[in-house]
Each structure stands twice: as C-alpha cells, then as structure tokens.
C-alpha cells in the first residue's frame, strides 16, 4: 500500500483509488500532446481515447468530436439512477493538450511521469492531466462502489486549451453548444490549491481571470541602404513604441473578487496591501504574489520582435507581439491605453482576443466546495481569487455558465507552485493528489 506522508490531512480514503488516479495521471503524461498551434497537434486523439476507454469500462458511454484532424475533444453524460434529476448537470470539464517541453532542459524526460522525491514529474503534472486523473479516478470508483453524485454530471476534456481553444472549447461551444447548454455551473483548473500562512491555510478558488489579446503591432517604413539616414526606419519606430508598452505602468483595478481575497489576507496576515504596489506588499506569500500582483491590473507585455533580413538594408516592416490581458470590466480602458502608448502610424491584428470572466462567490456550489476541502483540512478557509491566465472557462462562459477554478491540492508550504505552470520540471506532489481525490469524492456528494 502506498504511503500517503505525513501532510495528508485525512489519510482515510480508499488507497486503491488514488493508486488508480497515480497511474492515470502517469499514462496521460506519457501521452506527449504537446500543443504547437494549429498546424501541428500531437497526442491529443489518443489521450482522448484512453480517457474514453477508462470510461467506457464502467458503463459510462462518451462521444468523440474532432474539430479536425486529431483535435480531439470528449464529451460524456453521468446520470446514473440515484441522481437528483431536478438539479441541472453540473460540467467538469478539463484538457489534455500541454505546452511543449525540451527534454535537456529537464531533470527528467518530461513525458516518462517518473516518480521521485515524493511528486509525479512530467509536462502536464500541475497543468491539467492532475485533475484529469483525479476526476477520472473518482467517477470510476464512484461507479463500481455504486455511489452516485447529487445532480448529473457532463464530463468534457478538451483539446487545444493551451492556444486559447479556438479547436476545442470555443469550437464545441460554436458546433455543438447543446452538448454543454443545460449545465448552469463548471469547475476546472486553476483554482483549490492551498496557500499556507503562519495560523492557517487558505485555499483559492478561482472565480474571475483576465481577458486576453494576444496582437501584432506592424510598423511600416521606407527600404534603404544601411549607411544611409533615414526617417521612415519601421525598426525604429516600433523599437520606440514596444518600448513604451512594456515600460508602461498600468494603474490597479480591483474588482469584487480581488478585494473579497485581499482582505482575506489583510485578516490573516494582520497587515495593510497596497493596492499599487501588491507584489512587494505580498511578498511575504512567495511566488504566488506574481500571479496576484498580475491579476491586479491591466497588461501588455512585449513577446516578439521581427524585422529585416540583411544587415545592411533597412527593411520596410517591423513585426511586434504583445501579450495583452485586461481585468473584467476594464476592456475598453485596455484598448484605449494601448492605443495611446503605441501612437499614430501602426497597424494591431489581433491574434487572438478573448473575454474577462468574473463569477460571485456565492451559491450552493460554492457552499459545497467549502465544506468538502473544510472535512479534508479542518480549520481552513477557501477564499475567491482572480487568476491572470485563461482557461477554457471563456468558452464556457459565452453560454451563460458560471465557472469556478477547483482542482483541490494540499500543496507542501515551500513548493514554488506557480512557477510549475509551463515550467521546467513539472511536477505534483502525490500527497497534493491523493487530497485532492478525497476532496473531489466529498464534493460530488454535495455539488
């Protein structure tokens, strides 16, 4: 039997089931489905398969949808007898593409899942075949044990959430919105991970991220000889304007769910958050006051410069790339900065841009989630957070649907969890995992 540590709060649940999510997430990241854009799509077929195969061992029947080629989405309907059929479905939804990885820059082969100083490493471990395995584990099990969830449940993994879901969320939603239509609330990723402080944990459940505009900004001048002056050089101009972007400091914008979590910690940690400064203010939390301080304002950095072809010739055009992401609420703000920062002479096409989304943390879900993280960690508080990247929760919600970023994980006080996310040597800890698996099962009982 494995071990579960001695930071697992409630050692009491069925080891066999964790044991099965521990070799799901192991097989799916061995599964190499890294994501290079929409010409290249790898894995993503057969990962889908293999989570199908998984379900369809208990009787549970999905539909594989391919948005082309491989892009391979599932969607599959749980409803066993002993559901409360009044309540509407409740969506779980995940993805199993990752960001791609460079074998030599890790300690380990990022797609081997190998298992050493207590986590699982590879590319997908933190973000998302965790809360794959862990959903897939716990459904299984619920299944043979005969325990039904509360409501229905509509399972969907998606392909391509990590270039913005254009061939998976967003095209299920565009082709197929009635497979997802009738669920009124979600839970994904980003969100039920605990945060340690000095009397007590807290654990964030995402309910608001940014917007996001992913742009080329081109500038236009006139081809010469290199020796020669010139005032129409598109190097320079965009060279001077990129950097006014990047330099630029964007006020704060504190929205409902920022200040519901900021004063939470201004509670706990008994101190004063400068809204202007939020980095430095948190500091004292580690490297999660990157992804709070991010969350706090609007954005826009710089990602890509091209330009030219020879040395000696001033080419014509000068290619920039801007990483632009705009607090719920702040959109037009966003585009209107931008645009002054940039000045007159250039033209944006925009890559991709898509929605803030921003929920109350109110309602019986949220009730739920409380309740079973409070059951697995007693003395815990679970607090809305805003998250500064994007998930599949923007595809979501253009259907009306609430969603909430919550994948439970105990996480060790000293793990650098946020530098895991498209980071080198991914990886999760296996207590992180078996408390979330306990989480997860208290939760269905009760969503």
Not at 241 to 261: D, L
Not at 299 to 306: E, F, I, K, R, V
Request: glycine share 10%.
């Amino acid at each position: 039997m494995r071990e579960l540590g001695a930071n697992d709060v409630s050692p009491t649940y069925n080891e066999r089931v964790i044991d099965d999510a521990l070799a799901q997430l192991g097989d799916l990241i061995r599964f190499d489905t890294s994501n290079f854009g929409p010409g290249e799509a790898r894995g993503e077929r057969e990962a889908a398969e293999y989570i199908a195969g998984k379900l369809d061992e208990v009787g549970i029947g999905c539909r594989l949808l391919e948005s082309a080629p491989r892009r391979t989405t599932l969607v599959a309907e749980w409803a066993p007898a002993g559901v409360d059929e009044s309540v509407p479905p409740l969506l779980i939804h995940g993805h199993t593409d990752v960001v791609p990885a460079v074998k030599e820059d890790w300690q380990v082969d990022p797609f081997s899942a190998a298992e050493q100083d207590g986590c699982i490493w590879g590319r997908g471990a933190v973000d998302m075949k965790d809360f794959d395995a862990m959903v897939l584990a716990v459904v299984r099990d619920r299944v043979r044990t005969h325990r039904p969830p509360r409501r229905p449940i509509r399972l969907v993994f998606t392909a391509d959430e990590e270039c913005g879901g254009k061939f998976g969320s967003h095209w299920l939603v565009d082709n197929h919105p009635e497979l997802v239509a009738d669920c009124p609330e979600a839970i994904g990723e980003v969100g039920g991970f605990s945060l340690t402080l000095p009397d007590r944990r807290m654990y964030l459940i995402q309910t608001a991220e940014k917007g996001l505009a992913w742009l080329r900004v081109i500038a236009t001048g006139k081809t010469g000889h290199g020796s020669f002056r010139n005032a129409e050089n598109a190097v320079t101009d965009l060279a001077q304007a990129i950097a006014r972007v990047g330099a630029h400091r964007w006020p704060p914008r504190i929205t409902v769910t920022q200040r519901r979590f900021l004063d939470a910690l201004e509670d706990a940690l008994q101190i004063q958050i400068n809204y202007d400064d939020a980095e430095t203010t948190l500091g004292c939390l580690g490297s999660i006051s990157r992804m709070i301080g991010a969350a706090m304002s609007n954005s826009a950095n710089p990602t890509l410069l091209q330009a030219g072809y020879k040395l000696n010739v001033i080419p014509g055009q000068a290619i920039g790339g801007l990483d632009g992401r705009f607090i719920p609420g702040y959109e037009d703000e966003f585009w209107a900065t931008l645009n002054e920062l940039l000045g007159e002479g250039f033209r944006i096409e925009p890559e991709q841009v898509d929605v803030a989304v921003e929920t109350d943390f109110s309602g019986a879900l949220v009730d739920a989630m409380t309740a079973s993280l409070q059951a697995e960690d007693p003395g815990s508080i679970a607090v809305p957070y805003m998250t500064s990247v994007g998930t599949d929760a923007k595809a979501w919600s253009r259907l009306g649907i609430r969603c909430f970023g919550f994948a439970p994980l105990l996480l060790p006080p000293d793990i650098d969890f946020v530098s895991l996310f498209h980071g080198v040597d991914e990886r999760i800890p296996v207590t992180a995992l078996a408390f979330g698996v306990r989480v997860l099962d208290r939760f269905l009982d009760a969503a």
